[in-house]
């Protein structure tokens, strides 16, 4: 079944460590995005990548960093600089990007810093 | 910059009651998507409109794409707990043209 893979599904991070989410499309979808929601929000664009080797950040970029080398895989790396990371993080992927097809998303991964 | 305001942020209602959420784009919409999050869950994508004045239906659910393309409602009839959740709208802009969500309405059916 094609889908999006998120893992892993809870993930706990210490003050100061760096932590990376994975994400994996077999949709063969050009466009791939992360988004946080905290508790009762809506979604923030973290980062999106319309094409291989090329990323955008989004509106809260600061403390994040991703990579798109494949065009299935575009892992998120929350750094030590991201002084509030807890939060649920969504992978989504569409087609094409420009907004014009339906996102497909993840389950998530939920973060909390201990 | 571009912003999509959903109103309400919550609405409370007994099971069988309607439920309405309405989107507001401060821009005109090429499309707007409409998605439902269960608690605890990801986001579902629910229906795409494009056409001005469009409205579509999916059971219960009535969907509807202004006459200007700047806003959207979504109508439930008759609640059922099945329904309970987080609706969200999404449309395209910005410089690139990525979806801009609305802060979506929970639907919370009263005990």
């Known amino acids: 079944d094609g889908g999006i893979t998120q893992s892993p599904k809870y993930l706990f991070r210490k003050e100061g460590q760096n932590v990376t989410l994975s994400c994996e499309q077999n949709?063969?979808?050009?466009?791939m995005y992360w988004y946080r929601q905290d508790p009762g929000q809506g979604l923030r664009l973290i980062y999106y990548s319309q094409i291989v080797n090329d990323f955008q950040k989004g509106d809260i970029a600061e403390g994040y960093s991703v990579s798109r080398e494949k065009k299935e895989s575009f892992p998120l790396t929350v750094t030590s600089a991201q002084k509030n990371p807890t939060a649920f993080y969504l992978c989504?992927?569409?087609?094409?990007?420009?907004?014009?097809?339906?996102?497909?998303f993840g389950q998530g991964t939920r973060l909390t810093v201990v | 910059g571009q912003q999509v305001m959903q109103i309400p942020q919550y609405q409370h209602v007994q099971e069988g009651e309607d439920f309405t959420t309405y989107c507001n784009s401060s821009t005109t919409l090429s499309n707007i998507q409409w998605y439902k999050q269960r608690p605890g869950g990801h986001p579902v994508f629910l229906i795409q409109l494009v056409k001005s004045g469009e409205v579509k239906k999916q059971k219960r659910l009535t969907f509807q794409f202004g006459e200007a393309k700047k806003n959207s409602s979504l109508h439930i009839t008759a609640t059922q707990t099945t329904d309970v959740g987080t609706y969200f709208c999404?449309?395209?802009?910005?410089?690139?043209?990525?979806?801009?969500w609305g802060a979506g309405t929970k639907l919370i059916i009263k005990p």
């Open positions: 999404a449309g395209p802009g910005g410089s690139n043209y990525q979806l801009i």
């Open positions: 949709l063969n979808h050009d466009a």
């Open positions: 989504a992927s569409t087609l094409r990007g420009r907004g014009v097809t339906e996102a497909f």
